[in-house]
């Protein structure tokens, strides 16, 4: 399914100062820094000035855009200076093939009649095909693929047919499916909204801006509010909409009350930064967790348990503390490579492989070797790293996946491939194991997962798991009816 392929993961930020003489571009600029993760594509900022959300749609104050392809230390040079202004949101993109275009980059500005609206989105809305239809049969006009601007259109309608932001979002909120945590700036009003069953994360806290102006910050993961020296007040609710008035005071509006939620497992697994609180789960303590439960799932002989750097390391530590194995590392990565070059020769190619991590030989020969990774995808990079680390006279090389098989696409914002490019869609773990190369392959269980994440299932979106959604996905198999979803 390709429809709304392009919003895909990204990482957001919103931030108003209560200084209207205080500039919001420096603080998102280094928030996003630390959502780099979170999408290496894009990145865009947009600023506008204004007494921190007077709460007027119809303010006048002028939004300011810059983004660029790349990271965000790349996009933002001097550039930054022209970024003027208290409020303002931020975005980074991750990269995904056939959409890396300039055009795609948000934040996306939209014109209206009274203004404009700057939205950053993270998710991806499942019905955006359905709703653009619609919306080009009573003549509106898209510039870009994305499926914000279906949401931009949507909200527009709302903002015109009630003169207010938040009825539009409760407009949003009952037409779009998917996913979606959103900052956005309606004029000079800053409004943070997260989607009716949580599927990715959004929190929200306080800084402390230039020459002390205080401000109340949105982010798609804690670490942005630390790097910034602030405090994480919490999560934005499932179905939530904030909106920053004057002095920096907020109000919240709850319009969804879903009692199940359909947070994304995958975060917890790779996405999110270890160091992140997601939904009151630190995600370190649940790897650590995940790692432990794989010692006990799948134990083995061994002389050394190795991470595969670096999504692999907290599962590594947690399985090594639990079989009272070592932890001790068989690969060693450069940190100053960035994101694998594409090389046209297979020679240069595999140096760039070799360049970004090292086998140390001596940690592995003629050992029995554990090595645990995140998850295994396409299984290529695998197959690649049992062979190396053979090559390098290890006795036994045991694979160990802090994950269950990943079986199914996700349509809510994680870049996975299609069915056919999922190793665990049409293979037994046995062909899997003897495909990579492995002496033994152990995968978490879905029971594990869920036990180590510390919610009720019902709460948690495990479709690239089960193949099961939580919303309709035209062709898929939803079992939303089965969870008490999307109730206003
Ligand atoms: P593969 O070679 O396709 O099996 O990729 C598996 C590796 O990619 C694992 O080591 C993961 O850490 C990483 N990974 C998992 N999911 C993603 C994703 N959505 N985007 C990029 N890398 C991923």
Not at 50 to 63: D, F, H, L, P, R
Not at 335 to 352: D, H, K, L, N, S
Not at 446 to 474: F, S
Request: glycine share 10%.
């Amino acid at each position: 399914m390709q429809q709304g392929r392009v919003s895909e993961m990204c990482g957001i930020v919103g931030i108003a100062l209560e200084d209207v003489s205080a500039r919001a571009a420096i603080p998102i600029f280094y928030a996003l820094y630390s959502l780099q993760h979170r999408g290496q594509e894009s990145a865009g900022i947009a600023t506008v000035s204004g007494t921190a959300g007077a709460g007027s749609v119809g303010g006048s104050g002028e939004i300011h855009l810059e983004r660029g392809m790349g990271l965000v230390s790349e996009v933002f040079r001097e550039n930054l200076s022209k970024l003027k202004g208290n409020i303002g949101i931020g975005h980074v993109r991750y990269s995904t093939t056939g959409a890396s275009t300039l055009k795609n980059a948000e934040p996306l500005v939209v014109d209206y009649r009274d203004g404009r609206i700057a939205i950053a989105h993270n998710g991806n809305i499942v019905n955006a095909s359905q709703l653009r239809n619609e919306l080009k049969k009573e003549g509106r006009i898209f510039h870009s693929e994305t499926d914000t601007e279906v949401l931009a259109h949507i909200f527009v309608k709302g903002l015109m047919k009630h003169n207010d932001p938040i009825s539009a979002l409760e407009e949003v909120m009952r037409r779009v499916i998917g996913s979606y945590s959103l900052t956005m700036l309606v004029n000079d009003t800053l409004i943070a909204v997260r989607d009716p069953v949580g599927f990715r994360p959004l929190c929200m806290g306080f800084i402390e801006g230039e020459k002390d102006a205080n401000g109340v910050i949105f982010a798609s993961e804690s670490t942005a509010i630390d790097t910034l020296g602030g405090i994480t007040l919490r999560d934005v609710r499932p179905g939530e909409v904030i909106i920053v008035r004057e002095g920096c005071e907020y109000e919240s509006f709850q319009f969804c009350k879903a009692t199940n939620k359909a947070h994304c497992v995958f975060e917890y697994i790779y996405f999110a930064r270890p160091d992140s609180v997601l939904d009151g789960r630190l995600v370190y303590d649940v790897r650590l967790k995940i790692g432990e439960r794989l010692a006990e799932e799948h134990p083995v002989d061994a002389d050394i348990v190795s991470p595969i750097p670096d999504s692999g390391v907290t599962f590594a530590i947690g399985y090594a503390k639990r079989s009272s194995i070592d932890y001790i590392e068989a690969f060693i990565k450069n940190r100053y490579v960035g994101r694998t070059f594409i090389m046209p020769e297979r020679e240069a190619r595999e140096t760039a492989v070799r360049l970004k991590l090292n086998v140390v030989r001596e940690n592995v020969a003629s050992k029995r070797v554990i090595l645990v990774d995140d998850s295994i995808v396409r299984g290529t990079t695998s197959k690649r790293i049992v062979e190396r680390v053979r090559r390098a006279g290890a006795k036994e090389v045991h694979l160990r996946i802090g994950s269950p098989p990943i079986k199914a696409p996700c349509y809510f914002g994680i870049d996975t491939p299609t069915r056919e490019e999922l190793i665990a869609s049409s293979h037994s773990i046995n062909e899997i194991c003897s495909i990579l190369n492995a002496d033994s392959i152990g995968y978490l269980s879905i029971e594990g997962l869920i036990d180590a994440i510390g919610m009720p299932a019902e709460n948690l979106c495990l479709g690239c798991l089960t193949g099961k959604y939580p919303v309709e996905v035209p062709g898929e198999e939803c079992i939303a009816k089965q969870l008490k979803l999307w109730q206003f």
